[in-house]
């Protein structure tokens, strides 16, 4: 499992210290697959990086910790995320946001096959039965093999996107980062992609992360989700748990949002803004934009509680979120 | 002066691409027609998979690129090749862009509020700072960003979503009559997406600005549109009012893709076939879709599909619904 503890994750810039993430904790579990979801800027790939352990500068975990724990030789090892890089790829990899620049422009996909794969036991196999075993692997992904002799811009963006994902668990790690896999891709590739993911997932029974905007592609696919809002974490749940009974006002008004094909009605996009990350302000970070904010949540940080088994919320007044119908019609720009 | 305001006719561009497959020619854009009416402000929302041609439409519309055959008319008049800078300065007034990749529309070098200040200038034409502010001040706040927060930093500083919506606020600073945001929400989350094409409506509303909404996000798509072209392989496979078109799909490909959202509350079932490489079937003499289509017969692969109408309605490129009857060589294709 991967441990996160109260960590904040900061970005330092000229105008101040970007609080990115900001006090978060929770566990990726052996075996399940995690979404992760939250407003554009709230930090979620700030977050992936940090489970990782690639942390650069201007970007520093000022406090907490993340650690994996992994079984290696029938022993189970805690690992700091400091030293995650010695186990990229092999226990841990990720598909980051904008991936095309994962691959290498100049370099047909095999060779990139080859340079990723440092691995002594992995090169031991010798390069051509190395191309044998991707080419297989590709196979099974039901991935054409000419890909191998292509350099990147020659691939469509989908097919791209497949050829990461095979290179990201072509060894098998027990961890495998995704920060919105799919986003650039129509929902086809999407689909089947997922389905790849999905599939190799229960094979392996790894553990799977995914960041994404779509709340579908979450649905369909998560087992548990957890969602952030301005830096933090404001609500973990079973996936079917959440859509169905959301316990933090800003979970509850994102589903709402979401239009439907072949529904007509208006639908709102949450109205304001989060709040400046430089600058947050004292109480809940939601307050400005809550139809149930009082006094209370301007002045107090609501903390993570388990409001039901597995189940947690960062809001003051979370047995009311959901009972209390969404008033009237929200803003729209 | 002609009742459509930009017109496209018979417009194809071929891309020659070199690499591992010897030289090939493409149709990137394959004999596509698109008229926009003045006067009768719409949402076309252009939907298909990525490789589909839709940004090379787009380019073509904007005149960034010219096309390979066909012609380009801008009030009825034919543009015929490029157009001098004059003309390109009026026409940039009357048709912005919003691109795909916000990493790329703005340089790492220069601070994002340069391209809202340079737009504001140049093609609005505000002729004091205070007026230039005004301007930057209210396209930002309309996208839910500030000019505080925004002015100062450069691309890096700010999440995908983030510089996206300041692209969607650069756009709107002119006041064009036509915008063609090429899939500008797909990297914003899902709240913030219906913030924009709600704002799409209200542009078209209340300042009867058209928009071409390119997207492969179907439910947006439905939601905001008044009509919607689905793209495959460089074709318009199917056109049309949105809402028949996506209620009572009629071409092979709109189903599949209806099959293939995400949607909430109704998961996935059995596995979809993804594309082979791509410039396979841009060489398919018939129908490109018929490698992945359930319903093709030999005529699908021998020859080019008819246009049918539907209803009077929608326009469908298969020859499913004529029986697959091959049609009089007359009439275009
Ligand atoms: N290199 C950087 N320097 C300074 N600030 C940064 C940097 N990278 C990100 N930020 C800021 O940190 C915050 C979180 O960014 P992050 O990229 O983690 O967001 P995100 O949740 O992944 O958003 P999106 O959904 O748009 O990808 C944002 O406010 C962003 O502007
Ligand atoms: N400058 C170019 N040179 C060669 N091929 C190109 C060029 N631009 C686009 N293409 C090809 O044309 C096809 C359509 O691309 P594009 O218009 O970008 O599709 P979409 O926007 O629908 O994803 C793709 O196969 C793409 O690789
Ligand atoms: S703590 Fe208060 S302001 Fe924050 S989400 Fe809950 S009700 Fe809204
Ligand atoms: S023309 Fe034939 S192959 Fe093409 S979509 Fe129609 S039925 Fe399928
Ligand atoms: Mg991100
Ligand atoms: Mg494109």
Redesign the pocket.
């Known amino acids: 499992m991967i441990r996160v503890r109260n960590v904040c994750l900061h970005y330092q810039t000229v105008q101040g210290t970007v609080k990115a993430v900001e006090n978060v904790s929770f566990d990726i579990f052996d075996g399940e697959i995690l979404g992760i979801a939250g407003e554009s800027g709230c930090g979620k790939s700030t977050l992936m990086k940090g489970i990782y352990g690639n942390v650069e500068a201007p970007l520093a975990l000022t406090q907490g910790s993340i650690e994996m724990e992994i079984e290696q030789v029938g022993e189970r090892q805690v690992i700091p995320s400091t030293q995650f890089h010695r186990y990229w790829w092999e226990h841990i990899s990720y598909i980051p946001q904008a991936s095309m620049s994962v691959l290498n422009p100049v370099v047909r996909i095999q060779d990139q096959f080859f340079d990723s794969y440092l691995r002594a036991d992995v090169r031991a196999l010798g390069k051509q039965q190395l191309q044998g075993r991707i080419a297989e692997y590709l196979r099974e992904l039901e991935l054409p093999v000419e890909v191998l002799h292509s350099y990147p811009h020659q691939l ?2 989908g097919m791209r996107q497949r050829v990461i994902v095979a290179l990201a668990t072509f060894v098998h790690p027990r961890f495998v980062l995704a920060d919105e896999p799919t986003t650039a891709l129509d929902v086809v590739v999407q689909r089947g992609i997922l389905t790849m993911l999905v599939n190799l997932q229960r094979q392996l029974q790894n553990t799977f992360i995914l960041v994404s905007h779509d709340m579908g592609v979450h649905y369909q696919i998560t087992d548990r989700m957890v969602i952030m809002y301005a830096g933090q974490v404001v609500e973990i749940a079973p996936t079917a748990i959440l859509f169905e009974r959301p316990r933090h006002p800003y979970t509850q008004l994102l589903i709402n949002s979401l239009p439907r094909l072949g529904d007509d009605t208006q639908r709102f996009g949450i109205g304001g803004r989060p709040p400046s990350l430089l600058a947050p302000p004292p109480g809940c970070r939601f307050a400005a934009r809550c139809h149930l904010a009082d006094d209370q949540c301007r002045q107090v940080q609501p903390p993570l509680v388990e409001v039901a088994p597995g189940h947690f919320s960062a809001c003051l007044k979370h047995e009311w979120v959901t009972e209390i119908p969404l008033v009237g019609e929200r803003e729209t720009t | 002066m002609s009742d459509k305001f930009l017109e496209i006719k018979n417009v194809s561009k071929i ?3 070199g690499g591992l497959l010897g030289q090939t020619k ?1 149709a ?2 394959d004999n596509v027609n698109l008229a926009l009416e003045r006067g009768k402000p719409q949402v076309l929302s252009i939907v ?11 380019r073509m519309l904007l005149h960034l690129i010219q096309p390979t055959h066909g012609e380009i008319l801008i009030d009825g008049m034919q543009t015929g090749g490029q157009l001098n800078g004059a003309q390109l300065k009026a026409f940039r007034r009357r048709a912005q862009p919003i691109f ?1 990749n916000p990493f790329e529309s703005f340089s790492s070098r220069k601070t994002v509020d340069t391209y809202l200040f340079e737009t504001a200038r140049n093609i609005l034409g505000a002729q004091t700072q205070a007026a230039a502010n005004r301007a930057v001040d209210e396209a930002l706040v309309n996208v839910g960003l500030s000019a505080e927060r925004v002015v100062g930093r450069y691309p890096n500083q700010f999440s995908g979503g983030e510089l996206q919506r300041i692209s969607v606020a650069r756009a709107m600073i002119p006041r064009p009559e036509l915008i063609v945001a ?1 899939e500008p929400v797909s990297m914003i989350d899902a709240s913030m997406r219906m913030n924009v094409v709600n704002l799409f409506k209200k542009l078209r509303d209340e300042f009867k600005v058209t928009i071409l909404y ?1 997207t492969h996000d179907l439910s947006t798509a439905y939601y905001v549109s008044d009509q919607i072209a689905i ?1 495959y392989r ?1 074709s318009i496979v199917e056109s049309g009012p949105s809402a028949k078109v996506l209620k009572t799909p009629s071409h092979p490909y709109t189903e599949l893709l209806l099959d293939s959202v995400a949607k909430i509350g109704e998961k996935w079932n059995e596995v979809v076939r993804l594309p082979d490489l ?2 396979k079937e ?1 060489g398919y003499k018939g129908c490109k879709f018929a490698g992945r289509c359930a319903y093709a017969r030999e005529v699908c692969r021998q020859a080019k599909p008819p246009i049918v109408t539907l209803d009077g309605q929608s326009q469908v490129h298969c020859f499913k619904p004529v029986d697959y009857q091959h049609p009089a060589p007359a009439g275009g294709s």
């Open positions: 469509s963006g | 891309y020659r691409i493409i990137a854009v298909g998979e990525s490789g589909s041609g839709k940004t090379t439409l787009a795909q090429d390119i793209m460089g791509e410039t841009y």
